[in-house]
């Protein structure tokens, strides 16, 4: 039995040790390296490019620009982006390729024998602009007179993207109404910050196929993209994931992976078969890659004064930024939440994706959970004080159970935890016992550590997440399994495992591999898997959506089934393969209507215990607790991981992390500028407590829940620096400046 033991990680030595080879580690003595220069440009119409001083200049192999495209459009969910921005291209394009909408967006390659060439040869290129208005944020893309960015889109609007809720009779419940709660929440942005920047490479692999190694979070889905620029067949393009230095969604989309693949085509039909590596420095990756949405939302609640909740109106907006990216999937999340994992009879929910000039949003650990869930649990705070009920009560009153019909108007997924979770948080945060005394802060190192002016104060706040994709999409998952064994064996005493899902730091390679080991009863270091190579792998779906483990452990049930037959027919070896497809799940009705939005789901309460110094706005958290049910354990030590991972990275969004976007353009790029916690600013304990009351649906009972802990964080924070302080915040990071600025007000 594997499941449920602290398995280490296969990967953990080499991370540790620093052998571990990550995409911009690989270095030959024939390659060459490829430099992308940016726009600069938020709103420009390019009318000049010259690239011919770059093409003379020494070192320089090729410089790519739009005319080089085959096909000059992508975008995971929508090809609403150009590959390159020029004044001219030779491919097709159903998006205009001559306006550049983000900074960030890509002028031309340059490839050279080395990046000090490369950058002399991009600083050579000539280019001029007609500069058009500026659309900076949701307000200006909203104005009657706001320019188009998007003018070929059918919206005919930049407010592109637009998602309802219609439940039961609002008006009635807001005319029954004890008491209405109601606030504006304004929602940051949140740079990905993973400690890996962008790094791809490419080459003409032994078959011909033009291979991209590099990092990211869906093996297949990146190949697609490439091929569609590329104008090819899938089949001739392969992509690896090498070691993968964290993602949380930010590696989801196009980086550098259709740039490489250029380049390599280019050199190719110029008789060149070198290899063509490109990485991004720390301020290219920030300016260059989309960022969790900043957005809106107004809302208003009705309940009885026993705290029933009777109804939810809500508008919110996020701000898409210059492309869709994942923009209208994510809307999905934010919409589903801002009412909460509640029992809601009445609602009226309307969600806006807009474009703007700005940085795109798109992918964030929580898809946009985060964003709702800081709404729907302030508004369920600020009941709690209305009614004059305990925080946790009210919740207990609401919370959604089995046989609950969820905010779309359909019956949730079996296996509804949300009660034994808010219970067991409660428990385990002896939130029915007093808090302890202030204790004294030091806000600055230079200051000596006062007592006299701290609060202390305390937080609760819950979510729920969809696991899988959702609205529709059709979610699939492959695996293989090969049993082999001596000639004449009764039983097989070894299995290779060949899965695509990639493992971007959080130990799901070590998961599929205790799994396969229970589903074929084979130990551990029997199973010898190949892992995230489209030539060797079906399609396992994006490391995302907290569904690998869901997802991909259905599909090595199914594989192991199928190897075990072949085994048992006489095959040697025995092959299984295995498409997993979940429940069918449905997009949202336009006018309203009930839809079955997901197939699973994961439920998650936190509570926080704080202080802050009222003088300087400094807060201090001293216990953050986490419950979560996980379905059935994989691996202890790493599901413990992912929760102190998420507290972490919530707790840097909640509190510290204030990207500053001024008239569309990043103006604190760096981490000297841009505050990640360190490990003095993080909370001084972190308490997981794992439930595991088993999905029916899941394999081995499995839930997902990478990104759960993630969600309730902020609420709880705010909710915790309201009992200290009695001052509501609807707007985050609370940094010591805001704090103070509030409290002063």
Same mark, same amino acid.
């Given at each position: 039995?594997?499941?449920g033991?602290s398995?280490?990680?296969?990967d953990a030595h080499?991370k540790?040790?620093g052998?571990a080879?990550?995409a911009g580690?690989?270095?030959?003595d024939?390659q060459?390296v490829?430099k ?6 938020p ?8 690239t011919?001083?770059a093409?003379a200049m020494?070192g320089?192999a090729?410089?790519?620009t739009a005319?080089d495209?085959?096909?000059n459009?992508?975008?995971?969910t ?10 001219e291209a030779s491919g097709?394009?159903d ?7 983000? @900074?960030?967006?890509? $002028?031309? /390659? *340059?490839? +050279?024998e080395s990046i000090?060439e490369?950058d ?6 000539i280019v ?7 659309v900076?944020d949701?307000?200006?893309?909203m104005?009657d007179?706001a320019?188009?960015?998007h ?6 609007s930049?407010?592109?993207h ?10 009635d ?7 209405v709660?109601?606030g504006?929440?304004e929602?940051p942005y949140?740079?990905?910050a993973?400690l890996?920047t962008e790094?791809a490479r490419?080459y003409v692999?032994d078959?011909g196929?033009?291979?991209?190694e590099?990092?990211g979070?869906w093996?297949?889905e990146?190949?697609?993209q490439?091929?569609?620029?590329l104008g090819?067949?899938d089949?001739?393009?392969r992509?690896i994931?090498?070691a ?7 590696? @989801?989309?196009?980086? $550098?992976? /259709? *740039?490489v +693949?250029l380049?390599v085509?280019?050199l190719r039909d110029l008789g060149i078969t070198?290899p ?6 720390r301020?290219?990756?920030i300016v260059?890659?989309?960022k969790?949405h900043r957005g ?10 026993d ?13 898409a930024?210059?492309y ?10 934010l919409?589903?939440t801002?009412?909460g994992p509640?029992e809601?009879?009445?609602a009226?929910i309307?969600s806006y ?5 700005a940085v ?5 650990r929580?898809f946009?959970?985060?964003q709702g869930?800081f709404?729907?649990?302030?508004q369920m705070?600020?009941?709690?004080e209305?009614?004059?009920i305990?925080?946790?009560?009210v919740r207990r009153?609401n ?7 969820? /905010?779309?108007?359909?019956?949730m ?6 009660p ?7 428990d385990?945060?002896?939130w029915?016992?007093p ?5 004294p ?10 007592a006299s002016?701290v ?8 979510a729920?997440?969809?696991?899988g994709f959702?609205f529709?999409f059709?979610?699939?998952s492959?695996a293989e399994i090969v049993?082999?064994g001596?000639e004449?064996a009764?039983?097989?005493d070894?299995?290779?495992l ?6 971007v730091g ?5 998961a599929?591999?205790q799994?396969?080991a229970?589903a074929t009863g ?7 898997p190949?892992?995230s190579?489209t030539?060797s792998s ?10 690998l483990?869901?997802m991909?452990g259905n599909? /090595?049930?199914?594989a192991a089934?199928?190897?075990?037959k072949a085994?048992?027919?006489?095959e040697?070896p025995?092959?299984?393969?295995f498409r997993?497809?979940?429940p069918?799940t449905?997009?949202?009705?336009p006018d309203?209507?009930?839809?079955v ?5 994961g439920y ?5 215990d704080l202080?802050v110094?009222v ?9 953050a607790v986490?419950?979560i049910?996980?379905g059935r354990v994989i691996?202890?030590?790493?599901v413990?991981?992912?929760v102190?991972?998420?507290v972490v ?6 509190l510290?992390?204030?990207?500053q976007?001024v008239?569309a353009?990043?103006v604190n790029p760096?981490f000297?500028?841009y505050?990640?916690?360190g ?6 304990d972190?308490r ?16 997902g829940?990478a ?15 309201h009992?200290a302080t009695?001052?509501?915040?609807d707007e985050?990071p609370l940094t010591?400046g805001?704090?103070?600025a509030?409290l002063?007000?």
């Amino acid at each position: 039995m594997t499941l449920g033991s602290s398995q280490r990680k296969p990967d953990a030595h080499g991370k540790v040790t620093g052998s571990a080879i990550y995409a911009g580690d690989i270095d030959t003595d024939d390659q060459l390296v490829a430099k992308v220069l940016f726009t600069n440009e938020p709103h420009a119409r390019i009318t000049k490019l010259d690239t011919t001083a770059a093409e003379a200049m020494p070192g320089v192999a090729s410089v790519i620009t739009a005319a080089d495209v085959p096909v000059n459009e992508y975008g995971l969910t929508m090809f609403d982006q150009p590959v390159l921005i020029g004044p001219e291209a030779s491919g097709r394009s159903d998006v205009p390729h001559d306006v550049s909408r983000w @900074e960030a967006d890509h $002028l031309a /390659i *340059v490839v +050279a024998e080395s990046i000090e060439e490369a950058d002399a040869a991009a600083a050579s290129i000539i280019v001029e602009w007609e500069q058009l208005p500026l659309v900076p944020d949701i307000d200006a893309a909203m104005a009657d007179d706001a320019p188009l960015i998007h003018p070929e889109h059918p919206a005919q609007s930049n407010v592109y993207h637009h998602l309802v809720i219609r439940k039961g009779d609002v008006a009635d419940a807001f005319a029954e109404a004890d008491v209405v709660v109601e606030g504006t929440y304004e929602l940051p942005y949140q740079e990905h910050a993973y400690l890996q920047t962008e790094a791809a490479r490419g080459y003409v692999d032994d078959q011909g196929r033009i291979t991209v190694e590099t990092a990211g979070q869906w093996t297949h889905e990146d190949r697609e993209q490439i091929a569609h620029a590329l104008g090819v067949d899938d089949e001739q393009v392969r992509v690896i994931y090498r070691a993968i230095g964290g993602a949380f969604g930010g590696k @989801e989309d196009m980086s $550098l992976q /259709i *740039v490489v +693949a250029l380049a390599v085509a280019k050199l190719r039909d110029l008789g060149i078969t070198r290899p063509v590596k490109a990485v991004w420095n720390r301020e290219e990756s920030i300016v260059g890659h989309h960022k969790r949405h900043r957005g809106r939302v107004t809302t208003r609640w009705a309940a009885r004064d026993d705290g029933t909740i009777l109804g939810v109106e809500a508008t919110g907006h996020l701000d898409a930024g210059s492309y869709n990216y994942t923009s209208n999937k994510v809307l999905g999340n934010l919409h589903l939440t801002v009412a909460g994992p509640y029992e809601i009879p009445n609602a009226q929910i309307d969600s806006y994706a807009v474009y703007t000039n700005a940085v795109p949003g798109g992918a964030f650990r929580g898809f946009g959970g985060p964003q709702g869930c800081f709404v729907s649990e302030s508004q369920m705070n600020k009941l709690a004080e209305a009614t004059g009920i305990d925080p946790v009560e009210v919740r207990r009153r609401n919370t959604l159970r089995d046989g609950s019909i969820g /905010i779309t108007g359909t019956e949730m997924p079996p296996g509804v935890s949300l009660p034994e979770v808010i219970d067991a948080c409660a428990d385990a945060a002896n939130w029915s016992e007093p808090l302890g005394d202030p204790q004294p802060i030091a806000a600055f190192a230079s200051l000596p550590a006062t007592a006299s002016t701290v609060r202390r104060g305390r937080g609760f706040a819950c979510a729920y997440k969809n696991i899988g994709f959702s609205f529709g999409f059709p979610e699939r998952s492959e695996a293989e399994i090969v049993l082999t064994g001596p000639e004449g064996a009764e039983e097989p005493d070894a299995a290779q495992l060949f899965l695509a899902g990639a493992d971007v730091g959080q130990g799901a390679h070590t998961a599929f591999v205790q799994m396969a080991a229970e589903a074929t009863g084979l130990p551990f270091d029997a199973i010898d898997p190949e892992f995230s190579d489209t030539a060797s792998s079906g399609d396992s779906g994006s490391a995302s959506a907290s569904r690998l483990s869901w997802m991909t452990g259905n599909a /090595i049930l199914g594989a192991a089934e199928e190897a075990d037959k072949a085994w048992r027919d006489g095959e040697r070896p025995a092959r299984g393969h295995f498409r997993y497809t979940p429940p069918p799940t449905e997009a949202l009705d336009p006018d309203g209507a009930p839809t079955v939005p997901n197939f699973a789901y994961g439920y998650v309460a936190e509570a926080i215990d704080l202080s802050v110094d009222v003088e300087t706005g400094h807060i201090v958290v001293h216990d953050a607790v986490c419950a979560i049910d996980v379905g059935r354990v994989i691996n202890h030590d790493l599901v413990v991981g992912q929760v102190e991972g998420a507290v972490v990275q919530a707790h840097g969004y909640a509190l510290s992390e204030n990207l500053q976007v001024v008239d569309a353009r990043i103006v604190n790029p760096r981490f000297s500028g841009y505050l990640i916690p360190g490990i003095g600013d993080v909370p001084d304990d972190v308490r997981t407590v794992l439930l595991e009351i088993p999905d029916p649906r899941g394999p081995f009972g499995v839930r997902g829940m990478a990104e759960m802990p993630l969600m309730p964080y902020a609420p709880a924070i705010s909710a915790a620096l309201h009992d200290a302080t009695g001052v509501w915040f609807d707007e985050f990071p609370l940094t010591p400046g805001r704090v103070r600025a509030a409290l002063r007000s």
